[in-house]
């Protein structure tokens, strides 16, 4: 089982002004895998996912030391064009965070902020960003109607078909399923199973059986450290540390 | 050690059992007396504040009523087709008053135009893209020292820097510079309040599909916030109608047989008018009525403005909702 290496990071170091928020984080991933990040609260999930598409860079006063290469090019170095890495590199959030916009209008935005103006090409991608997001079939009647009107899961499947419409090779979602009843998260588990055939994805998540169900490397962290990264059967069934064996098990604190 | 810690925590269970039980026992004597006391105070506030409170409500329902119902019973006798349509005559004691009309009404637009693409680019700069520091905290004390500016003081800046330094000449052009300047405080802070209403997740997702600042906040963040931003603009344009300092030196004149003809006319405006018509005029009695109905045809004007705004607002907020 040979995979592609996609993201490396190498010794990654993470500050908000004076406070070091990750510690040294060496850690690949690989084509068409998920990987899941977990870790008890403030551990610094979040804050290491969003150094993958720079998003931290719109916090004043943070500072980044070490790489993080994608497809081989680090994206820190000053050439690094920011706007088109998050172009490759989407993000789902953990709150559904649709524009105040109609389900049509969402879907299209990445698409128009990227010059395209062809109506028939766009209707044509929404369609299949929406078909990827497995959600065409509840939308498809209602294209023009507010998104705000959608329920929270189906939301959150309109953000992510929103960021599989710019067409990225990375799909980094932090907490997706938290504001989520069962029924929906169970919806979005299977469309990040079939969304792995053609993307890197990172999840973070707090529910355990989540990170087994969805992913296949897991990697735990604990107070801005990566304690341990493995394939996700062996974290969970034969931890090598006790601490991650702890926290797994919920024997925690 | 062990054991005298838990002797000592023995200890203080018990202590704090009894003096449960004591209040306990004392309870039905606080009922009554003290209990009691403290309800009845505590109502007699309730009930006066929420007095307070209404009786305040009321009587700025009040003014305005008073204010619309002696307006309407004096002036509406004044208002005949002739008084829409007509220019003043014989020493503005009889005649009608349009050119007031268009006056205000062309002031207005014309302040408006200069204050909101200002107000609402500063607005955008200082709650986009400015960091927070020194510089910002400097801008934002101008900006509210600029809204507790006199109006007069306007009015005298407007007649040395555009009338005679600029030489506009007393025109619409000055008067609307003027103005803009008075009214953009207003804009700039109610413009900022509508960018603050907008969720930074709307930002940041806008961000992670890879658009550009600019992308954002043209693309999302101004549509999401017009509806806000066009108070501001309402509130100028109020404003503006309705001054008279600002624009008495700079803008209006006594009288003007003539309609403005461009951005350099000078003109005659409602709020002068009646300013002139109670006190200047050489038949202040006689004039009375004129000048109720000039006051009825002001705040028609402005109200119905503020309708026409607020209507196309509403409009625009159930499209956007958030
Ligand atoms: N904008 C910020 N400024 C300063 N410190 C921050 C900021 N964001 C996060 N932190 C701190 O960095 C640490 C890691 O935060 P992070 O949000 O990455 O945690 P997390 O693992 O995602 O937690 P959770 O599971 O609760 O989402 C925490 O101690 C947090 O307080
Ligand atoms: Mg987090």
């Known amino acids: 089982m040979d995979k592609k290496l996609k993201i490396r990071s190498k010794n990654l170091n993470f500050y908000y002004s004076q406070f070091k928020a990750l510690h040294d984080i060496s850690l690949d991933f690989y084509e068409n895998q998920a990987t899941a990040l977990i870790g008890p609260s403030g551990c610094g999930k979040s804050t290491f996912l969003r150094c993958l598409n720079r998003m931290n860079d719109l916090i004043t006063g943070i500072r980044v030391e070490g790489s993080i290469l994608i497809d081989g090019k680090n994206i820190y170095d000053p050439s690094i064009d920011v706007v088109s890495l998050r172009g490759r590199v989407g993000m789902v959030f953990q709150k559904p965070n649709p524009f105040p916009k109609t389900i049509f209008e969402n879907v299209a935005y990445g698409l128009k902020i990227k010059g395209i103006k062809d109506k028939n090409l766009i209707a044509e991608y929404v369609e299949k960003s929406l078909r990827a997001g497995a959600l065409w079939d509840e939308v498809k009647d209602r294209l023009n109607n507010t998104a705000l009107g959608l329920s929270g899961g189906q939301q959150q499947r309109l953000c992510i078909a929103r960021a599989l419409a710019v067409n990225p090779d990375v799909l980094l979602m932090d907490e997706p399923c938290s504001a989520l009843d069962p029924i929906a998260t169970q919806k979005i588990e299977e469309l990040i199973h079939d969304l792995k055939k053609s993307y890197t994805i990172i999840i973070v998540t707090h529910n355990m059986q989540q990170a087994a169900r969805t992913s296949d490397i897991t990697a735990f962290f604990y107070m801005g450290k990566l304690i341990e990264a493995g394939k996700t059967d062996t974290i969970f069934t034969n931890p090598a540390l006790k601490t991650t064996e702890d926290y797994i098990t919920g024997r925690f604190g | ?322």
């Open chain 2, 1 to 322: 050690m062990r054991n005298s810690t838990s002797a000592a925590n023995n200890l203080h269970d018990h202590e704090i059992t009894t003096i449960h039980e004591r209040q306990l026992q004392l309870r039905p004597e606080f009922k009554k007396v003290f209990h009691v006391k403290i309800q009845k105070r505590k109502k007699l506030f309730q009930h006066l504040f929420y007095f307070l409170f209404r009786l305040a409500a009321f009587i700025n329902f009040a003014a305005l009523a008073i204010i619309i119902y002696f307006i309407l019973s004096n002036g509406l006798n004044a208002i005949t087709w002739e008084f829409l349509t007509k220019p003043p005559v014989d020493s503005m004691t009889r005649g009608g008053i349009l050119p007031c009309i268009i006056g205000t009404v062309c002031l207005s637009i014309c302040s408006v135009s200069v204050a909101f693409p200002v107000g609402v680019f500063s607005a955008i700069y200082l709650n986009e893209y400015a960091k927070q520091g020194f510089v910002l905290r400097v801008i934002r004390l101008c900006i509210n020292n600029l809204a507790g500016v006199p109006s007069v003081v306007y009015g005298l800046f407007g007649l040395a820097f555009f009338v005679i330094y600029l030489e506009m000449g007393v025109s619409i052009i000055a008067g609307a510079l003027t103005l803009g300047i008075m009214t953009f405080p207003v804009v700039i802070g109610s413009t900022e309040e509508a960018l603050k209403a907008v969720p930074d997740t709307y930002r940041e997702a806008s961000t992670g599909l890879g658009a550009t600042k600019l992308q954002t906040i043209l693309r999302v963040v101004l549509p999401t916030a017009l509806p806000g931003i066009l108070t501001g603009g309402i509130l100028g344009i109020s404003r503006a109608a309705g001054e008279t300092a600002p624009v008495m030196f700079t803008a209006a004149v006594f009288f003007s047989p003539k309609l403005p003809s461009g951005i350099f006319s000078e003109i005659m405006i409602l709020p002068y008018h009646i300013y002139v018509l109670a006190t200047a005029g050489t038949e202040i009695e006689a004039t009375r009525e004129l000048q109720y109905g000039t006051a009825l045809v002001l705040i028609t004007l402005v109200l119905s403005m503020n309708l026409i705004a607020i209507i196309y607002r509403a409009k625009l907020r159930k499209k956007t909702k958030i």
